[in-house]
């Protein structure tokens, strides 16, 4: 096994997840892909990321509905490293993202939380 190439990730609505993630957050949409079901193949991944991606999922049942936004239990269950991290933070701030916490720098790097458009929680991170 080489990589983990997608993880899903629960939202509400294709269109206004893919809005928040590429004009946003800044990946790229890779696929979007009707599916005979009336749901969608939806890709979205960070520009120049070759291994991995978050496959947006429309619920498919209640239960599922339910977990939209807090899929890790209120943790920050997602990561994007970043080369260059006041950029990045500046550019996604003036985006309209929300950040938890001004930025912070650990032994492990500079850091900083923000919620996407559901409230899942990422950590913006820029490795020391």
Request: charged share 25%.
């Amino acid at each position: 096994m080489a990589h983990i190439s997608l993880t899903a990730l629960l939202v509400a609505d294709y269109d206004e997840a893919i809005a928040f993630y590429v004009d946003a957050v800044g990946f790229e949409l890779r696929e979007d892909t009707p599916r005979p079901d009336g749901s969608r193949w939806v890709v979205v991944a960070p520009r120049g990321s070759t291994e991995s991606g978050l496959l947006l999922a429309r619920p498919s049942e209640p239960g599922q509905r339910a977990r939209i936004g807090d899929q890790t239990g209120g943790r920050v269950g997602h990561f994007l490293t970043t080369e260059d991290f006041a950029a990045d933070h500046a550019r996604m701030l003036a985006a309209g993202v929300r950040f938890l916490e001004e930025p912070r720098h650990e032994p492990y790097g500079s850091v900083a939380v923000f919620e996407d458009l559901y409230g899942n929680r990422w950590d913006l991170i820029q490795p020391a």
